[in-house]
């Protein structure tokens, strides 16, 4: 329970380091380059680039801190599952600005901040948290892998002394 908590906790100051650079992005981005009056689907591009720059930085965050402790698998299977999981998590806040703005017609700033960065990044990082630590950092698929390596290893006998302790 304890490393729960502490995983929340380190998940909720990377969440709101991102947050704030999603949406300081977001905000320049509908602003300016992406201004509805020149740009119908502004807000949605705005939301694309801001959202993926905050993934990056969650990436570097969760990874080196919040889940430091979890054993480390293949680094390019687990970084291709976290930004799989990621770019689920920008579709729902996509589809609540969408909803908002286009549906809704709800166009403020105001209006798309709520729906992008309050309801839909609320949404998105209860199921990114979920799945991150079910699936992309979870210890128990590591020691899964961990095992059938060392059954195959032992079965062909080229088991290796550090195999050998786990």
Known sequence: MRLLISQLARFGVVGAVGFVIDTVIFNVLLATTFSTDSNHEGPLWAKVISTSVAI??????NRYWTFRKEERR???????????VSLVGLGIGLGCLWISHYALGLTSPLDDNISANVIGLGLGTVFRFALYRLWVFN??????????????AAET???GSTEASV
């Open 74 to 84: 293949h680094p390019v299977s687990e970084s291709i599952e976290f930004f799989v």
């Open 139 to 152: 210890p128990r698929r590591g020691s899964a892998q961990r095992a059938r390596r060392v059954r195959k």
């Open 56 to 61: 990056v930085v969650n990436w570097i965050g």
């Open 157 to 159: 006998g080229s088991l």
